[in-house]
T-cell receptor
Framework: GNSVTQMEGPVTLSEEAFLTINCTYT??????LFWYVQYPGEGLQLLLK?????DKGSNKGFEATYRKETTSFHLEKGSVQVSDSAVYFC????????????FGSGTRLSIRP | GAVVSQHPSRVICKSGTSVKIECRSL??????MFWYRQFPKKSLMLMATSNEGSKATYEQGVEKDKFLINHASLTLSTLTVTSAHPEDSSFYICSARPDLFPYEQYFGPGTRLTVT
């Protein structure tokens, strides 16, 4: 079945460091791919998405490229801030109506000042 | 942007009692809403899909008599945990899919349930 695997956390970085959180997926067909962020005590927010191969999603300095050949959707940011501390979830939706989203296990990110 | 609220944000109940959690889409209509459960330091697991005017669709392994879902209007879905037990303690999150933008889901802030 469809699944999402993302790197185990926690990840701790210093402010202004480069961030990569790896995510790979298994799916039939052509899923849409997402990154969600969960700040402490809050619900999930959509960070970025890509709906087809080679698409790049971007938001708030974060980027991820839909790589069909490697079945990956790694999240990157060139210079992290303390306010980026949160839990990040990679996810996929395996149909065009987004009726079922499958989440990865989440990666907790902590940024030191 | 689209806002989804949940009430209450936290609830503590005694074992054997029932507790109701509300999920509301504040500025859009949502025929379809989803209920997730999140265990500590774990990912979200879809429990059920809630459809206005019809019965909810439950994922495999989720007891429909235990987790009652009612989608009474286009902006409100409720999850009732019946005869709660300590193992039901968890973080419950809902999401709503806008009727006008069916390719999106917007998530509520979650409800922390503790059963003593």
């Amino acid at each position: 079945g469809n699944s999402v695997t993302q790197m185990e956390g926690p990840v701790t970085l210093s402010e202004e460091a480069f961030l990569t959180i790896n995510c790979t997926y298994t799916a039939t067909g052509y899923p849409s791919l997402f990154w969600y962020v969960q700040y402490p005590g809050e619900g999930l927010q959509l960070l970025l998405k890509a709906t087809k191969a080679d698409d790049k999603g971007s938001n708030k300095g974060f980027e991820a490229t839909y790589r069909k050949e490697t079945t990956s959707f790694h999240l990157e940011k060139g210079s992290v801030q303390v306010s980026d501390s949160a839990v990040y979830f990679c996810a996929l939706s395996d149909d065009s109506s987004a009726s079922k989203i499958i989440f990865g296990s989440g990666t907790r990110l902590s940024i030191r000042p | 942007g689209a806002v989804v609220s949940q009430h209450p944000s936290r609830v503590i109940c005694k074992s054997g009692t029932s507790v109701k959690i509300e999920c509301r889409s504040l500025d859009f209509q949502a025929t379809t809403m989803f209920w997730y459960r999140q265990f500590p330091k774990k990912s979200l697991m879809l429990m059920a899909t809630s459809n206005e005017g019809s019965k909810a669709t439950y994922e495999q392994g989720v007891e429909k008599d235990k987790f009652l879902i009612n989608h009474a209007s286009l902006t409100l879905s409720t999850l009732t945990v019946t005869s709660a037990h300590p193992e039901d303690s968890s973080f419950y999150i809902c999401s709503a899919r806008p009727d006008l933008f069916p390719y999106e889901q917007y998530f509520g802030p979650g409800t922390r349930l503790t059963v003593t």
